[in-house]
């Protein structure tokens, strides 16, 4: 059984910065690529970031580029996604995603892993 535990979500204005973390648990946490998605009110969840197994290969989408960063810790079992520059946009709850598949990517797949999520809120 995965878990994915996520954390560090809040309130910030506009301009801000809050960095967040994602414990997981239940397999070889380095094996399996990882990610970052996104629900606002009303709309549906898009993905935010990406990045594989060992961490050499990362993506974003287009509106986070520049401005977020992800990364993991393979020893500590996290996932990090650092958010600078925060927008009233950016306001949603973050979700953490996990690969079911050895090496797999989480972009463009319904069949992840999915934490609780973590509220963000940005006021401009």
């Known amino acids: 059984q995965v878990q994915l535990v996520e954390s560090g979500g809040g309130l910030v204005q506009a301009g801000g910065s809050l960095r967040l973390s994602c414990s997981a648990s239940g397999r070889l946490f380095s094996n399996y690529g990882m990610g970052w998605f996104r629900q606002a009110p009303g709309k549906e969840r898009e993905f935010v970031a990406a990045?594989?197994?060992?961490?050499?290969?990362?993506d974003y989408t287009d509106s986070v580029k520049g401005r977020f960063t992800i990364s993991r810790d393979n020893a500590k079992n996290t996932l990090y996604l650092q958010m600078n520059s925060l927008k009233p946009e950016d306001t949603a709850v973050y979700y953490c995603?996990?690969?079911?598949?050895?090496?797999?990517?989480?972009?463009?797949?319904?069949?992840?892993?999915w934490g609780q999520g973590t509220q963000v809120t940005v006021s401009s």
């Open positions: 995603a996990a690969s079911t598949l050895r090496g797999g990517s989480v972009r463009g797949r319904s069949d992840n892993y």
């Open positions: 990045i594989s197994w060992r961490g050499g290969t990362t």
